[in-house]
């Protein structure tokens, strides 16, 4: 099945830097790639995804990039605030409608200091 | 639009104790998710509902966990009896089919369960 790598693991950086975390996926027929943000205590919320036929996504101050030929896809967060601090998964997903499943990464916690 | 429901939101058993989870999806949604999520872990899908019907059970563990969606809409999730490694949040989430043939997933607050 579908293996989701993601790194780092942890990852600290001051307000106002940018942050990146990546992922790579064994499965060349994944199509779907979201990003979740969990913060302590809280459910996973989606926050930006991309599909296969796109390379890039951006969302205000969030940024999404795919790398198909390489299998993998990173998160870019610009200009990080204390509130960007949090568990983020990655996760793909292979197939549509009720076949598709998502396979999560292991998580990235981004701590923003002041 | 509400969200996904889950209760309770916490629960403290003993190990071969039983217990179930319950979960609401958000209304019109046809798939519901059950995810097992280990502390410093990514959530793990243990069973997938597309209506009444499972689409995929393949990691759950079937000898001592069950789940049923019996009317299409609301599930529970049950582990008789209860081991310590099933200490985890256990996560529901539903989705819509988008006209993309792409599912967004979303998720309930989970219930945290810790067996002693």
């Known amino acids: 099945g579908e293996n989701v790598e993601q790194h780092p693991s942890t990852l600290s950086v001051q307000e106002g830097d940018s942050a990146v975390i990546k992922c790579t996926y064994s499965d060349s027929a994944s199509n779907y790639f979201p990003w979740y943000k969990q913060e302590l205590g809280k459910r996973p919320q989606l926050i930006i995804d991309i599909r296969s036929n796109v390379g890039e996504k951006k969302d205000q101050r969030i940024a999404v990039t795919l790398n198909k030929t390489a299998k993998h896809f990173s998160l870019h967060i610009t200009e990080t605030q204390p509130e960007d601090s949090a568990v983020y998964f990655c996760?793909?997903?292979?197939?549509?409608?009720?076949?598709?499943?998502?396979?999560f990464g292991t998580g990235t916690r981004l701590q923003v200091t002041l | 639009e509400a969200g996904v429901a889950q209760s309770p939101r916490y629960k403290i058993i003993e190990k071969r104790q039983s217990v179930a989870f319950w979960c609401n999806p958000i209304?019109?949604?046809?798939?519901l998710y059950w995810y097992q999520q280990i502390l410093g872990q990514g959530p793990k899908l243990l069973i997938q509902?597309?209506?009444?019907?499972?689409?995929?059970d393949s990691q759950l563990p079937k000898d001592r966990f069950s789940a049923e969606r019996l009317k299409g809409v609301d599930s529970t999730l049950k582990i008789q009896p209860a081991k310590l490694e099933d200490s985890a949040v256990y996560l529901c989430?539903?989705?819509?089919?988008?006209?993309?043939?792409?599912?967004?997933?979303?998720f309930g607050p989970g219930t945290r369960l810790l067996v002693l």
């Open positions: 209304s019109g949604h046809a798939t």
């Open positions: 509902f597309q209506n009444n019907g499972v689409v995929d």
């Open positions: 989430a539903s989705s819509s089919l988008l006209m993309t043939g792409q599912e967004t997933q979303y």
């Open positions: 996760a793909a997903s292979i197939g549509t409608g009720t076949a598709s499943k998502l396979t």
